[in-house]
């Protein structure tokens, strides 16, 4: 383990926002009336929420300041054309399309290059990504390595694709089945994790040969090139902005949900360097999400985003943030709890099945272990194993991930180290008493994206 070196804020703190303080008998009450889901509690009665590093950032003075010269109007805001400069600046792509929001993107970019029967290969899936491939009569097929669900394998490049997977898969149906690749910087599912350039690259060789395209799920591609700064020693003396621009140059196309990386509260966009799709993911923008210079977003939405992706790339930025997930994860590795390794970008992915051994799938540990967090100590965490998962589009039946996990997702730029210091402390407190802990039943279950909304009860 390394030691704690410094990662201290490159910023100082300007305004607060006030918590409301729970009783545990509160807590308790809430959580039942949410359904022991973590989605369905009001966030004024949570004291450290970490449900998501989506939308969650705190934007700095430059970006509020950005908010202010929000240009509203309803075509052509001059806010769509800086963001349109910073996309193509630093990301490289040449076309944008704003979206609202990631989903959004990905509803185009599936309707536009999926047809019924269609395989996407993909390393991992993301939820509401492969939803749409689904929607779009598409049928995702993971390509990670098989260390990527393996919690306790070290490999520095978790997110990496397995070539062999890729290649049978080609194969087996054909280029003109695979209408792209998505390739996802970091990999949430797995934990947060990278992957490499080398591995990239090969990915591009390989989808080159047969005309395949690679869209990027470019989420969090700023704490991907951290990552490869700090780990592939070619890239060792290189910015991470350099790192970002070539990683977007291996592909051909993006979604983007800004509203992790980009240090946003909401936006997304699509980006394509292909003329031809851009003109028809330009044409569909207009009927679910807005004109195509607001794409669902205000003016000042797209000027903060301009603004939050060149502050994304920044090194003593990225450095402040993944050392602070970092010293959490450090904090409860030595403590002994069993954690997803090595340490994602953006949070630390607690191990729920190592956890409650006695808890089985089916009795979904993770979301009993999140409600249990949150009781303790009023934290919100997030699960990611099989209610997330869901259901097999085809079969019905529910998919039992390897992984069965609770993301502490740090939002950027919100919480100290003292904040950090509780929540290790908390998850100790459930894990000395967690052979007492039983697990759930699900009484409510929506069709789509379940773990949004479904509610459970205790045994
Ligand atoms: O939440 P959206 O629609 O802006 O973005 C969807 C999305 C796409 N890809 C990846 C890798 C994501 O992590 C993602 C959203 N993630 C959420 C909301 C999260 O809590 O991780």
């Not at 591995?199 to 989808?207: F, G, M, P, S, Y």
């Not at 290189?238 to 291996?250: F, G, H, N, P, T």
Request: charged share 25%; hydrophobic share 40%.
């Amino acid at each position: 383990m390394k030691s704690r070196s410094s990662w201290a804020e490159p910023y100082k703190i300007k305004m607060v926002e006030l918590l409301k303080m729970t009783t545990l008998s509160q807590r308790k009450k809430a959580i039942r009336e949410a359904g022991y889901n973590t989605f369905l509690l009001r966030s004024e009665d949570v004291y450290i929420d970490l449900l998501t590093d989506s939308g969650t950032s705190a934007m700095s003075d430059v970006q509020w300041a950005g908010m202010m010269r929000g240009d509203e109007a309803y075509a052509g805001s001059r806010n769509y054309y800086n963001l349109e400069k910073a996309v193509r600046e630093v990301y490289g792509y040449t076309y944008l399309v704003p979206t609202h929001q990631g989903r959004g993107a990905e509803h185009l970019i599936s309707s536009i290059l999926i047809k019924k029967g269609d395989i996407i290969p993909g390393n991992m899936y993301f939820t509401t990504t492969r939803l749409h491939q689904e929607l779009a009569g598409g049928t995702f097929r993971d390509i990670i390595i098989d260390d990527a669900h393996d919690a306790e394998s070290e490999h520095p490049f978790k997110g990496n694709v397995d070539l062999g997977k890729l290649e049978a898969l080609i194969d087996q149906y054909g280029s003109e089945k695979i209408p792209y690749v998505c390739i996802a910087t970091t990999v949430n599912m797995a934990g947060g994790q990278p992957i490499s350039m080398s591995n990239l690259r090969a990915v591009r060789e390989l989808t080159a040969k047969h005309g395949i395209r690679i869209i990027h799920d470019m989420t969090r591609v700023a704490e991907n090139a951290y990552f490869i700064q700090q780990r592939e020693p070619e890239f060792k003396r290189k910015s991470i902005a350099r790192i970002v621009r070539e990683i977007c140059d291996l592909t051909d196309g993006a979604t983007m949900s800004a509203k992790k990386d980009a240090l946003v509260n909401i936006g997304g966009f699509l980006a394509l360097n292909d003329q031809e799709t851009f003109e028809e993911a330009r044409n569909l923008v207009v009927v679910y999400e807005g004109l195509h210079t607001y794409g669902g977003l205000a003016g000042r939405d797209m000027e903060a985003m301009a603004i939050g992706i060149r502050e994304s790339v920044d090194q003593n930025h990225m450095h402040a943030r993944v050392g602070q997930v970092e010293y959490l994860g450090q904090r409860l590795q030595a403590a002994g709890i069993p954690i997803v390794l090595p340490i994602g970008s953006h949070g630390v992915f607690l191990d729920a099945r190592k956890i409650l051994p006695h808890i089985p799938q089916e009795q979904y540990p993770a979301q009993t272990l999140a409600a249990e967090l949150y009781i303790d100590a009023g934290i919100r965490a997030m699960e990611r194993g099989v209610v997330s998962a869901g259901r097999d589009a085809k079969t019905g039946k529910e998919r039992f991930p390897k992984l069965e996990l609770v993301r502490l997702t740090i939002p950027r730029r919100v919480y100290t180290q003292a904040h950090m210091d509780v929540i290790a402390e908390s998850v100790m407190r459930v894990y000395d008493r967690r052979s007492k802990i039983k697990g759930m039943e699900m009484v409510y279950e929506p069709n789509y994206l379940r773990f949004f909304q479904a509610r459970f009860k205790p045994l």
